[in-house]
């Protein structure tokens, strides 16, 4: 399957935009699978550095956990005060504790302002563009989280570190011949 909804400027991006690899992940933070993953793709981002343009979407799996929503609009939020990637690793490091209660306090922590971020929680400002990055991963075929696409192509093989920096390597040196 290929990826749906190329990214845009909507998207939350890490790296160069002329990188010649561009990854995409579908997570969701409350997933132990994306916390796992979490770790090993920051080595990955390092080991490729300016090769790899990454970029995070939701797809919060609510049935399962009924937590992810909330965090995934959190993230949103902290995005709206310029600090959505530091929200982002906050809420996968402190997984175990994800609730409603976190939230504030990763917000205070990260020097946020948390009153603004609770109303806007509160208000739910941040549903709809959650809800498009959930549709963008359905229409693109993803069923479960983490889900990742290489240069527009769903990433089927292992998860592991060593496997997807050969596979983000290879597609680096295709896009780039």
Not at 27 to 42: N, R, V
Not at 62 to 77: C, I, K, W
Not at 90 to 112: M, S, V, W
Not at 148 to 169: C, H, K, P, W
């Amino acid at each position: 399957m290929s990826l749906a909804v190329p990214i845009d400027r909507n998207d939350h991006v890490l790296g160069p935009e002329d990188a010649p690899v561009s990854m995409v992940e579908y997570g969701d933070f409350e997933c132990p699978h994306c916390a796992a993953a979490h770790s090993m793709l920051k080595r990955v981002r390092q080991r490729m550095a300016s090769r790899l343009r990454f970029a995070y979407r939701h797809m919060p799996l609510t049935q399962v956990h009924p937590n992810a929503e909330l965090a995934a609009e959190a993230a949103e939020a902290a995005g709206a005060q310029g600090k959505f990637w530091q929200m982002h690793d906050a809420l996968f490091e402190h997984q175990e504790q994800l609730g409603p209660d976190l939230i504030p306090a990763l917000a205070e922590r990260l020097g946020l302002d948390v009153e603004r971020l609770v109303d806007e929680l509160n208000a739910r400002r941040y549903r709809d563009k959650v809800r498009a990055d959930f549709v963008g991963a359905v229409r693109s075929g993803a069923a479960g989280t983490p889900t990742f696409f290489i240069n527009g192509e769903r990433y089927e093989a292992s998860y592991d570190e060593d496997a997807l920096v050969t596979a983000l390597d290879v597609a680096a040196r295709t896009r780039m011949a």
